[in-house]
């Protein structure tokens, strides 16, 4: 059994599926729209793992689907990438009614889901998430885009899939490294006001993660869709989402991505939540209970020696330039977040540190 629910987010009915082998749901789905072609867009990992099934069940079901296959890694998350893309969708024949289906992780979706949004000014995409990353986050919401000179996401467009089929199946390929890697972006939902996965992690055993898999995807979907089909744009209250990614996003580019994203999540959520607890928003039990679930989940807290503090300041002095001078902090509240003007950070992160090596009462 599945579990399906609808979403709208600005005029769009979204359709997202939770469950295992999702294949059958895909056709059915497909059965029900009317268009002129389909097109498969996946990688090479990921493809001959998971898209020759795909392929043979939209062929059984009498579709015929033309695939794309890309390179596997963010290296690949460009122009270059999308031009490629685009060739190939034109030159066999793609129309505004043409589907594009993305499989693959969070980087597929994201090219995916630009490419479809500028392609006659927009086709529809269906995202096929296989990771599970791109399940409980980067498949959802809109957020499409690619890497550009260096910047991260820094090229692209706002765009809704018609469906998301989130396939638990999938994720049995997955290394380990990547469950915990998308555990932190599961954590923070936790840690802001969805009380339900926090007992959810609370209770089950790290080691068997999977076996709540259904449940923990389908809550973070919901978590996350419901936040942005409040605020698609990000103009308010979206930015909950960012909890532990201000810090999290310094923490990783000094390490010069040696990190996984979530690594330096979980890092950054360490972070918010030591200066929420200083700012009197969050009790010391809750702060050491929190960063206990963080760590239980195989996520260390502290800033690895080999990344120099500079350079976090200075990525974040960056990304404050960025938007205008102003940098804004998701603070944790009670259980819940709140977003505020980040304020004199520096000190907090030397605090942290201290914190960090010697422990709360040595400060
Ligand atoms: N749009 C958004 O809102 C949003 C949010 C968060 C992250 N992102 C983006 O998502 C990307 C990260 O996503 P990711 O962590 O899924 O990385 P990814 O897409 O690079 O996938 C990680 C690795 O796993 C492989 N893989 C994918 N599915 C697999 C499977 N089922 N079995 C075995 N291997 C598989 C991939 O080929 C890749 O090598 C980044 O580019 C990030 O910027 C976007």
Redesign the pocket.
């Known amino acids: 059994m599945s579990r399906r629910r609808t979403y709208r987010i600005g005029n769009k009915e979204i359709i997202v599926e939770v469950g295992s082998n999702l294949a059958h749901a895909l056709t059915e789905f497909l059965l029900e729209k009317k268009f002129c072609k389909l097109f498969l867009l996946s990688?090479e990992?990921?493809f001959p793992?998971?898209g020759t099934k795909i392929m043979r069940a939209l062929a059984n079901a009498g579709f015929e689907v033309e695939k794309i296959i890309v390179k596997?890694?963010?290296q690949y998350?460009n122009l270059e990438t999308v031009k490629s893309i685009l060739k190939q969708l034109i030159l066999s024949g793609a129309e505004r009614t043409s589907i594009l289906i993305s499989l693959?992780?969070?980087?597929?979706?994201?090219i995916g889901?630009f490419t479809a949004s500028i392609l006659l000014r927009g086709i529809p995409v269906i995202h096929y998430?296989?990771?599970l990353?791109?399940q409980v986050?980067?498949?959802?919401?809109g957020?499409?885009?690619v890497?550009f000179y260096g910047f991260?996401?820094m090229v692209g467009s706002f765009y809704q899939p018609d469906a998301i089929f989130c396939d638990l199946k999938?994720?049995t390929?997955?290394?380990n490294k990547?469950i915990s890697?998308?555990m932190a972006?599961i954590i923070k939902y936790a840690l802001t006001g969805e009380e339900v996965i926090y007992d959810i992690l609370h209770k089950n055993n790290p080691d068997n993660v999977m076996t709540v898999a259904e449940e923990l995807v389908d809550r973070s979907v919901n978590r996350k869709l419901g936040i942005v089909a409040e605020d698609e744009k990000e103009a308010g209250k979206r930015e909950l989402l960012n909890f532990g990614h201000t810090f999290g996003h310094a923490v990783e580019s000094a390490s010069s991505f040696k990190l996984?994203?979530g690594q330096a999540v979980a890092i950054g959520m360490s972070f918010a939540l030591f200066y929420s607890m200083e700012k009197g928003y969050i009790t010391r039990e809750w702060f050491g209970l929190a960063e206990k679930l963080i760590e239980s989940y195989g996520l260390k807290t502290s800033i690895p020696p080999e990344i120099k503090i500079d350079d976090i300041f200075d990525f974040m002095a960056k990304d404050k330039k960025r938007r205008g001078g102003n940098l804004r902090f998701v603070f944790a509240k009670g259980k819940g977040a709140v977003v505020e003007d980040a304020g004199n950070i520096k000190n907090v992160i030397d605090r942290f540190i201290i914190y960090k090596t010697d422990g709360l009462d040595k400060r």
Do not use: F
């Open positions: 990688n990992t990921v793992l998971w596997d890694g963010e998350k693959g992780g969070g980087v597929i979706t994201d889901g998430p296989t990771t990353l791109s986050d980067a498949a959802l919401g957020k499409t885009g890497d991260k996401n999938t994720l390929t997955l290394e990547q890697n998308a972006e996984l994203h």
